[in-house]
């Protein structure tokens, strides 16, 4: 079965706890703290493998964890940071956040993409070490890796997009254009995936073709499988619109050409711009009179005409070089940009949870991963941030927590990575 649209969830490795050892050694008095720290937790990477073509093993796993760094040990030991997690999918794959719609990353090109980062190990007591504090018998626990729902949504590569009625004749002229062998027979909707065929115009001058399977009226609105193929369509530079002029199937060619059309603007206001020619296939079983009549409609309407018989591969030749030079004309197939995260006014958001924990006089503000993403905004050099993150740490009520739980001024304060000392 063709699947080109998934829902999966994605949980990268936590990081790894520091550890807490002191040195023992004979003959060596008061060794000190030396416990070491934990190993980054596992990513989670996509790439593109070439060998796929459908989003059909999505359908089957749909949790994807990867490993959690090693906790620190003795003698200053780091833990084993975990290996990633690499998942693959088709090229043109699209990644967005199932909750948002944003857009993660286009698996369009040959470059990995990391999608969930792992969270980075904890210190070990070795790094508490002061003057004043000799025997820290406390480390910092590994950060969480970052856990997301993603929709993975496949929208095929092409230059050229084939489109129209079932049963016009797509199959048939991409079988002859390119090496492509699809599936060809008399009856509806004969092809069920799309299908790509590269076709060869010469050495070092090629391009590829797809034979979207047919639409019908009312597939913009999703009937039948009207958006997951109209989906494949959006990359596309230039479409080629097939119709039957010999009205073998009962239906007249410019009332298809025009539902056509109008279930592509219905889809999206950018398909109903792309750029289209028109191919008149069958004109085998229709009188010269008839196709001069369309000729003439569609060039009236800006549109460059081709009348072919696929069958037998009359008229295609002038039909690719066509193709070809219009191509030569238009900007490369669309690759869509990773859109950034929203900036998140956590001073305005309900209380979230924390936890405080006390040691030594350090107090750890833990199980918080939503202040992760402000770790990764607060520039300690900037004022304005320090303020907006002192704000964060107020509205949310670990400034309140901390002094509950008995912090004093010149205490330690350790938020994940971030350590500052306590100011009231």
Not at 31 to 60: K, Q
């Amino acid at each position: 079965m063709f699947v080109d649209i998934a829902n999966i969830h994605l949980k990268a490795g936590n990081g790894g706890n520091g550890a807490v050892s002191f040195h023992r050694e004979k003959y060596v008095a008061a060794g000190g703290p030396d416990g070491g720290d934990g190993g980054r937790g596992g990513n989670i990477v996509f790439e593109v493998d070439d060998n796929l073509s459908t989003l059909a093993d999505f359908r089957y796993k749909r949790k994807y964890c990867a490993e959690p760094g090693q906790n620190g040990g003795a003698s200053r030991c780091t833990g084993k940071s975990a290996k990633d997690l690499v998942i693959s999918v088709p090229r043109g794959t699209l990644v967005k956040e199932t909750e948002t719609g944003r857009i993660i990353a286009d698996l369009s090109g040959d470059e990995s993409v990391v999608i969930a980062k792992g969270g980075n190990g904890g210190w070990g007591n070795m790094h508490f070490a002061t003057a004043t504090r000799q025997v820290p018998r406390f480390a910092k626990n590994g950060n969480p890796g970052e856990e997301l729902d993603v929709t993975l949504e496949l929208k095929l590569l092409a230059d050229v997009g084939l489109i129209g009625f079932p049963n016009v004749g797509k199959s048939t002229l991409i079988s002859v254009v390119s090496e492509a062998k699809p599936k060809i027979a008399n009856y509806h909707f004969t092809t069920l995936t799309p299908v790509l065929g590269v076709v060869r115009m010469g050495e070092g001058t090629s391009f590829v073709m797809a034979d979207i399977p047919g639409l019908i009226e009312g597939a913009g609105e999703g009937v039948g499988l009207g958006h997951e193929f109209l989906r494949h369509v959006e990359r596309c530079r230039m479409l080629l619109h097939v119709i039957d002029v010999s009205g073998s199937e009962g239906r007249d060619p410019i009332d298809d050409f025009n539902k056509i059309n109008h279930e592509l603007s219905v889809f999206s206001d950018e398909l109903k711009d792309r750029p289209q020619i028109v191919v008149g296939n069958k004109c085998d079983m229709a009188d010269e009179e008839r196709i001069e009549e369309l000729r003439a409609y569609f060039e009236g309407k800006g549109y460059k005409f081709f009348p072919i018989m696929a069958a037998i591969a009359e008229g295609t030749g002038e039909l690719i070089n066509a193709v070809a030079a219009e191509l030569a004309k238009l900007p490369p197939i669309l690759r869509y940009e990773a859109e950034a995260k929203p900036v998140v006014d956590y001073t305005v958001k309900e209380k979230r949870t924390f936890n405080i924990r006390a040691c030594d006089g350090v107090y750890f503000v833990e199980d918080a991963p939503w202040l992760l993403d402000i770790m990764n905004t607060v520039d300690p050099d900037d004022y304005e941030s320090l303020q907006y993150f002192e704000r964060v740490l107020r509205s949310s009520g670990i400034i309140t927590a901390l002094e509950q739980a008995g912090i004093n001024a010149g205490d330690t304060v350790c938020v994940y990575d971030v350590e500052f000392e306590f100011v009231p």
